[in-house]
């Protein structure tokens, strides 16, 4: 079988996969199955609301959900029983003997679909929620490496590139190739100095007239709008470090001037100190233990990976590794909401 067809249906069968998981964990859910599993509440992230578009490449996907989606995912929360609270009242939450579980919201990197889109959303239910402002995305001095990548692939068909032996030509007529090469690019970022690679792929985005800078202010909420956002009764500024690296690949010193001057900067703008923080990526191989004291000794009082799992007392001792549960756009369906906050999917993933 052709290598492509097969990186493209092993894309798919995972998709279906979790897809299956997800519908068993509804119908576990609905009967009553829930036990341990559920915990004290979960904490959601999520990061492009806007409306369906199918122009999107498909790699970024999974990174966006409509507003009609996050409207029925609160709905639907509610009707289970979840209390919407902040993320900064995570750690007192655990401390009491609440009997309602929680859900909380959070948005990564600062998109301006956040405001356009998902505020109206949190207005109409009263519902709080945290977005993570990354300083160079803000500033504009730093561009978003998956956004221009999936420009670049869906404008071209061919392109050439030295992913460190020699010089090749990838092919992208097809949809299979285009994911494939963004695979490729991926991993290159995730090996590679970070910084280095990410330079790379733009310049090879401005060999072919995309400009990354453009993308980052077409899609990322300014300094001033940040503020704006900022101020709303509902919202609650976060800190995502000032270059988006993944800080488990920093050197210490560095990582520590990514979370510090992140928030150094998030206090000056927006006049209140962030309690809380995200980790770019959020992965496993993204948060070590060091990153995890390092947010302690900053002085964050939660930090969150994107490590799924729900929460319970013994996250009580580890608030700067909170799980988070993504809203995947491919997985868009209220009961799965259910499922996953569940926490029946994790278990049976494991």
């Not at 900022?230 to 050197?251: E, K």
């Not at 994107?306 to 013994?314: A, C, M, N, R, V």
Request: net charge neutral; glycine share 8%.
């Amino acid at each position: 079988m052709n290598m492509r067809l097969k990186a493209l249906l092993k894309r798919r069968g995972k998709r279906l996969a979790i897809a299956g998981a997800l519908e068993a964990a509804a119908l576990l859910s609905r009967a009553g199955a829930i036990g341990r599993a559920r915990g004290r509440g979960a904490i959601f992230t999520l990061h492009h609301v806007r409306p369906a578009d199918a122009s999107s490449f498909a790699a970024n996907r999974h990174l966006e959900v409509t507003p009609e989606f996050l409207d029925q995912a609160i709905a639907q929360l509610r009707e289970d029983g979840y209390e919407f609270i902040r993320l900064d009242e995570v750690a007192a939450r655990l401390r009491s003997r609440g009997l309602r579980p929680f859900a909380v919201f959070t948005l990564d990197d600062g998109y301006r679909n956040n405001a356009e889109h998902a505020l109206p959303v949190f207005e109409r239910h009263g519902v709080p929620f945290t977005i993570f402002f990354t300083r160079g995305f803000c500033e504009r001095t730093h561009t978003l490496w998956w956004e221009t990548l999936g420009r670049l692939l869906t404008c071209n068909d061919t392109l050439r590139f030295d992913f460190g032996q020699g010089d090749e030509r990838l092919d992208l007529s097809t949809e299979p190739q285009k994911l494939q090469a963004f695979d490729r690019f991926a991993r290159f970022v995730e090996t590679e100095p970070e910084d280095v690679a990410v330079a790379r792929i733009d310049g090879l985005a401005r060999e072919h007239g995309i400009d990354p800078l453009k993308i980052t202010g077409d899609l990322v909420m300014s300094c001033d709008e940040l503020r704006q956002i900022a101020s709303h009764p509902l919202a609650s500024p976060g800190a995502h470090t000032i270059s988006h690296r993944n800080v488990a690949r920093l050197p210490t010193d560095e990582a520590r001037r990514e979370l510090e001057q992140s928030a150094d900067w998030l206090e000056t703008l927006a006049g209140k100190r962030p309690r809380a923080f995200a980790y770019p990526y959020g992965f496993p191989a993204a948060v070590t233990e060091r990153d995890t004291e390092i947010a302690r000794e900053v002085g964050f009082e939660v930090a969150v990976t994107t490590q799924p799992g729900t929460i319970d007392e013994s996250s009580a001792g580890r608030l700067t590794a909170l799980p988070r549960i993504s809203l995947n756009g491919h997985f868009q369906r209220p009961r799965y909401v259910s499922a996953l906050a569940s926490g029946i999917p994790f278990k049976l993933m494991r």
